[in-house]
């Protein structure tokens, strides 16, 4: 699922954005996840949130009349200067071609998007041109800010993501692309971390935190609340070598966040446990040995 290896130069990361499309469901907040193709070289296999590199079109002229302001943003903790329209219209797009779902107003529910999402995905036409030709106008105010994850340096695929949540459109339905995902499905985070803890799915460190963050959160109102207090600080998880544990030998490797007394920022930066330690072939939450 990951390509660590410390000994090799660190990559530069690239941008990327990440949505999580949140609902009110019967048995409370539901989330939509994808499954990466299994042979993809970044988090293949993986249960994943919608999302993907920054593309410069994301940043066209003409998204400043097609899409609405974003979300504000206190302070630099997103990075100086960061064109949050961009990083936002990305995490819409990528959406649309992964899930099949438009975050845009003046969308017909009637009208089938197949052709255009497949356009997309083809690069025979850009995203804006697709918003101009459906006159809709793409909602970025609706994503809120919610965290910024940033590749371990002993990654060979680095990327500084930045995530959003917001709340699924009424009327449209998700379906994957059967290219960079395999399956798509609704889930409390509660469901998804139980079948993460019996290892039935596997799930990348930024992926079962933000699940975590969500496990207690009843409603989407909630999930909003939630965001407004969470900490746009960059996560950047430094890899170190951990022993196996008490009853077993050797060493295994971990994946330690700020706040963790192995970490380079002694601050936390975001609630939960301060590492994730490779057990087998999972990336389970722990906290630093005493």
Sequence with gaps: MLDLDPTRPPPAPKDASTLLLVRDGEAGLEVLCIERHAKSGFLGGAIVFPGGKVDPSDRHVSWSKLSSSPWPIQGASWGEDIDVRAFAI???????????????????????????????AEGTVAFHEIIENLRAHVEVSALRPFARWVTPEAESRRFDTRFFIAKSPDGQH??????????????????????????AIKLAPPTHRCLELLRDVATVTEAFALAERAC??????????????????GSTSALVLPGDPAHPIPQCRVPGSTRFVLRGDQWLPESAPT
């Design 90 to 120: 990305a995490a819409i797009r990528e959406t649309f071609e992964e899930a099949g779902i438009l975050v845009a107003s003046s969308v017909d529910s009637n009208h089938q998007l197949d052709g255009e999402r497949r356009a997309l």
């Design 174 to 199: 998700a379906s994957h692309d059967n290219h960079e995902a395999t399956n798509n499905f609704w889930a409390t985070p509660q469901a998804l971390l139980r079948r993460f803890a019996t290892g």
């Design 232 to 249: 746009l600080l960059p996560i950047c998880p430094v890899l170190i070598v951990q022993s196996a544990g008490p009853s077993e030998h």
